[in-house]
Every structure is written in structure tokens, then in C-alpha cells.
């Protein structure tokens, strides 16, 4: 039973009693079908001399049909503690509960129970006086035998003498990367100031399905504020920076107007027959959702990987303030070496005492700052006890009179040894933080059969670790090199020498890279255009920023699919920003290339892309490779008589 607005409560009634009726007839074909089917199997099966084993009969593949209501659908003046819907057959009650929205939202859950063929939901609240409520099922309700769900399934009433139904739709997306976004509750708020978000629960509610649509029904006159929110602790309310939130610009006010249309129908004589349709406004509202950039500062997590080594992770950057104290054991003068990361939001702590390292259990003391109630900068101190447990190793014999083994550390690089990236620079990575490292005693060679010569390199610093380097170098395709580090070039915070290092390798072809073209027109001002992954969480590959239109290039490509992103960078920071609701700012608007573009080796993919952001952008990515495999599968299906569904035809 799918409802309709904008109609009084008479017209309401003769649409619901209509459709008793109809669903009445619907039952009369049924059985109808069934008599006949009975009556075909006895004629012709019992005409068939073979005995076989009896059938299951004719699948049901019919949602359950309501036959009575209590309110009847858009009743007024209900006074009721509870709303019951009568079936023609039994139902499953199990998961209602979870997909039920109620509009205007309730504190307390309400229960829901079955008697018989009747479904009651029961409110536990006590509801609001001169107001229209909406019940919105969805597909949880399905009878109890093949799952068949009611689609849309909604219903609704009145608390008061009148019936409202304004409404409010549109779609919700994820601002960065356009997705729609499931399950989101989208928020109608009578009061205008933004606070009402973050302390007040919503006036009306509703849901997004898997396209981002949501559908908020039976609004009364009136002006709000819309909003969207990822609900992390089903309070309807915008109370932690972990949930994702969307908000519409301006302050909405619905209406509604009937729209006629006459048509002639020739019969004879001319008739006129007058249709026409509601308009609801204001239009579809469009919600970009995104996390908003705010200061909240706890421990997130803490891990010991190794004895060695404990990590300390913060949701924000620390300040000059932070300390960390070993409680237990008592330690030496110099028990620890400290490492962070470029943005300070992860400590790693070193044990170099091998005393305290050896230690089962280690408790530390944390000291870090974070804001207070009054958004004013407070100490606070946690304590965390993180345990390190060896792995079980297997015994190896050992010679007699064998010499002690040295410990040493290996030095990590990036090198493809059959076939390194021309575009790529060499990395080097230290296990652990060293103490020294004689960059004199890096070489690099190029190799031409058997002779080598020798390649001046400068050897760079990675400025996000203390233990990362790399060696800038304009590769030549299809060439061979020598990449070599002398023993015991560096040594870590224990005294550890690093092993020596000889390879050989050979870079890429260059036939082997593909490049972007990309002509762009219609943009309004700065913008980055990102090269992304064609994978779920678009990895950023590339990103050029530009002031204007204009020809890009992205050379050097791998023969992939890729994606292509561009921001409209109104800030000219070079990064995407999110949006502040106190400020009523939009996070900067995103929109996509609508290809995916598959990259072959020795090609130039070269088109021309113009900008058109509209609000209702909607992210469609034509991958012609997939569609032609579709294509391809279909055809095979047709031709072995397999339908849509997966079953065979006649089956």
C-alpha cells in the first residue's frame, strides 16, 4: 500500500476503501487462477499413464494484502495508544522494528507484537496533540512464508482534526566522493538557530535508501531547516565529530498546488477528461555530507608490536605539552627513544633499555591537552598498561664453539628489480630510528653490458620520517642499473649495523606507459584535478592544480582503468575542504570525468572535458569495457534461454 498526499480526509477514505476493493478483486483473479490450475492438473495429469511424485505446487510470490486498519489510513482525531494493520495472511514481525521510521520522531522505541494476522505497533510515547504521524515500513513487512515484502509500505494519521501533507525529498551524497549515501536520517527542525542540531530532537524524520533518496511525508505548514546526519549513538542529534553531517543553505518552506492537465479522447464525439498532478516545493534539496574539521582530542588507540616498540595513536595533533612517563618498571635515565609522525597525531615510543624492553607488562602515563566544556584548554592524564607476549620460536641446534650472532638491521627499498617504474624515485626505510647513516656509502650506477658508471645522486631526507630517504633520478627506459650500500653504512638507536645492499635492475619500457589528454573548459576559477584509482576507496594517484581552463597532462601511466576527480579549489589551498555548519559553509564541490578511462601501453587518450557543476550532479561513470562485457553476457544468457532473474526460461 503505497500512499499519495494532498487529498482531504473524505477523498482519502473512498481511495483507501477503494483499494480494499481492488485488493478484494485481486483476490477473486487469484483464486480464480487457482480453481482453474486445479482443475487443468486434473484433467490433463490424471489422463497420464505415469506415477510420479507429487509437485509444490505454484510458487507465492505475492506481498501480503491489508485488508483493515485501525486509524483507518488518514484518519483524523486518533486518540489511540496504538495502530493496528490486518492481513490476509500471516507475516514475519521479526526485523520491523529496525527499518521503522516514525515521523515526528518518538524517544522511546514502540513494541511491536502480533495477533494472528494483525500487526500492532504499540507507542510507548504518548503522541503530540493536533499532529500527523507517518509509519514508514519500507520492505519490512513480508509474509511469513516466501519473504514476499510490501514495497513502500506507509502509512499515516492524524492526532488532530486536520490532515497535513507537504513534503520534503531529495538526496544525500558524500561531498568528496559523490556517493549516495544509505541510511542516513535526514532532520526537520522548526527552529532556525543550528544549535537546535546539536542539542533538540527533529519536529519530522526520515531515512535515505540506497540511492541517497529520502522522502520526508506529512509535514504541516511551516519553516525549517533541513539537515542530514550519520546517527553513531541514535540520539537525533549532531553530538559527536566521528558522525558525518549535511545541511541545506537556506530555510525551507513547503507547499503544494494541484496541476491539471486536459486531454481529448476521441470516442465517437470528443470527450475532455481532466487530469494533472501535485507539485511539491520547494524542489528536490541536494545534501553533500561530509566530517567536519574540529578540535577533539582523546587517545584512540594504543599497541606494543614488538617488545621494543609501543604505539600511542590521537585523534589530533599533539601540542609542546605532551608528556609521556613509564610508571612501571622504574626506568633508567635513558629508557626510550621518541618518534612522531609529520602531523603529531601518532607517538612511537622505543624501549632502549633491554631491561624494560624485556618486561612483560609496561605502564605508562599520559599528559595531553585537550578542550574542557568551555572550550578552554585542559591537561589530562590517562594511564595505559600494554603487554607484550613473544611468539613461540622453533629451536635450531647450534655448532660448538660457533661464534655469537650479530645482530644487524636490513634497509627496505622499492625497487622492481625486472621492471622499476621510470617515473618512480628509490626509498629507502629504516626498521627502526638510526643514529647514523654515511649517505657517501649509497651508489648508483649505470650499467652497459658489463661496464658501470658511476651516477652522481643526492640523497634526500623524507621530512613525515625520521626513517625514510629517497634518491631523485631521471630514469632511461628499458636500461639496466646498479643500486649499492656498503655494510654498516648506518646503525640504529641500538647499535645495530645495516646489511649490505647489490642490485641490479632494469627500468620499464617506455612503450609499456600510456598517457591523459584532458582539455578543460567552463571552469569559474581554481581547481585541482586528481587522478584517482579505479578501486573502491580512490587511492589519489596524481593531482594537478589549475587557475583556469587549459590542456593537462598526466604522462607515465600504467595500463589501468583510472578515474578522474576535480575539485573547485575556492580557497587556492591545493586540498579539498570540508564544510563548518556554525559558518553555514558547504564543503568545495566535487565532480568526476564521466568515463573511466582505461590506459593501454604506447597510447594517448586525448578528449575534451567541460565543466557543467550543477546540484544535482549525479556521479554515472561510463566504463566501456564493462559495458561491453554486460553486453557480451547478456547475449550469451538469451542465447542458452536464461532470464534476467538467473532462472531458466519455462523453469
Known sequence: MQETSFDNNTDSQRIFSGQLWMNYFRLQRILLLLLFGSLFYLIFYTSCANIGSPSGGVKDSIPPVVVKTIPELRGTNFDGNDVRFTFDEFIMPDGILDKLVISPPMKKKPIIKMKSKTLIV??????RKKSTYSLDFKDAVADNNEKNPIANFRFSFSTGPTFDSLRISGFVKN??????????????HRQQNYLAFIDSIPDYIGTTNKEGLFVI????????????????????????????????????????????????IVKGLDTLVTQGHVDFLPEPQNLMMFEENKFEQYLDNSKRPQANQCDFYFAESLSDSFRINLIKPVPTKDWSFIETNLKRDSITVWLTDTIISKSDSLKFELKYEVLDSMQQMVLKRDTVELIYTPPKLAKTKRKKNAAPLIPTITLINNINQSAHDIYQRIKIEAPEPLTSFDLKQIRLYSMLDTVKTNIPIVVQKDTNSIRKFFIEHHWEPNSNYLFQIDSAAARNIYGHPSNKIDLKFRTQKEDYYGKIFLTISGLTGPAIIQLLANTKDEKILQKIQVIGDGKIEFPYLKPEKYKIRLIMDANKNGKWDTGYLADNLQPEKVVYYPKVIKVRGNFEFKESWKIDYKPDYKKVLFDEELEKEKARKKEQDKKAGIKSDGTKNGG
Open 217 to 264: 511525508d506529512n509535514v504541516a505548514p511551516g519553516k525549517y531547516r533541513l539537515y542530514a546526519l550519520m546517527d553513531a549513538d541514535n540520539s537525533l542529534t549532531y553530538n559527536s565529530k566521528s558522525e558525518l553531517i549535511a545541511f541545506a543553505d537556506s530555510i525551507l518552506i513547503p507547499s503544494a498546488s494541484w496541476v491539471t492537465r486536459t486531454d481529448t
Open 175 to 188: 561531498a568528496l566522493n559523490q556517493e549516495p549515501v544509505d541510511k542516513a536520517l535526514v532532520l526537520l
Open 122 to 127: 504499540e507507542f510507548q510515547d504518548t503522541l
